[in-house]
């Protein structure tokens, strides 16, 4: 998820040069610009989740940088999880033969993603993207419509988070980590008791 940051944009050509126009203050120096189909181009900071798709619980709200590579994220995120988890499931970002290998190889973890049908010029890639094909694999590229993809939705609607509410990387990575932990909290809460774990802004905000 991208989100905006506080103040002014700066502008990409200028930001590569570091020249702050003439009467520009409050700016964020350390956004970054990133690209989306759905928001296009946003000047800002990142968010990377894991979400379990069994029961739409937060597994981690992270801060990383706009124009961070989520994939690369994905894998580091991985370690965390062995021993936890047989499926990682993320959209065509992941489309890499190289990290469905080394998901399996070394973390004994299946990657699903959506690949490109067109790049299948070698057996690896082929059968990367036969194991997409599957039934299950199929089943669950579906379930993100309803279990990851709204979830950053949730956090972004809990904290009113269109816009960052500090600026640089730091103030933002402790910001955002407090802002997952909250969610987890309280979805965990909310799953022990049977209730539902998407009913949750009151609680986390202290409404009665």
């Known amino acids: 998820m991208m989100i905006k940051s ?3 944009v700066w502008h990409q050509k200028q930001k590569q040069k ?3 126009p003439k009467g520009l203050t409050g700016i964020d120096k350390e956004a970054t610009w990133s690209k989306s189909k759905a928001d296009g181009w946003v ?3 990142g968010s990377f989740s894991i979400v379990s798709h069994k029961k739409c619980i937060l597994g981690c709200f992270l801060w990383m940088p706009n124009s961070g590579n989520e994939a690369k ?3 580091r995120e991985a370690d965390y999880y062995q021993g936890c988890l047989d499926y990682l499931v993320m959209d065509s970002k ?3 033969q190289s990290l469905f290998r080394n998901l399996k190889e070394q973390y004994d973890i299946r990657l699903v993603t959506s690949c490109c049908k067109e790049k299948n010029k070698t057996e690896g890639r082929r059968q990367m993207i036969a194991a997409m094909s599957s039934k299950r694999c199929q089943r669950y590229y579906k379930e993100r419509s309803h279990t990851v993809e709204p979830m950053q939705g949730l956090v972004k609607e809990i904290f009113d988070l269109d816009r960052c ?3 640089n990387d730091d103030n933002n990575r402790w910001l ?8 987890q909290m309280h ?3 909310a799953y022990k008791e049977h209730r539902s774990t998407w009913k949750i802004k009151g609680e986390v905000l202290g409404e009665s």
């Open 6 to 8: 506080k103040g002014p």
């Open 18 to 20: 570091g020249e702050i």
């Open 43 to 45: 000047y800002g900071h």
């Open 73 to 75: 994220k994905m894998y």
């Open 94 to 96: 992941a489309d890499d």
């Open 165 to 167: 509410w500090m600026r």
């Open 176 to 183: 955002f980590a407090a802002m997952g932990l909250a969610v």
């Open 187 to 189: 979805q965990l809460r």
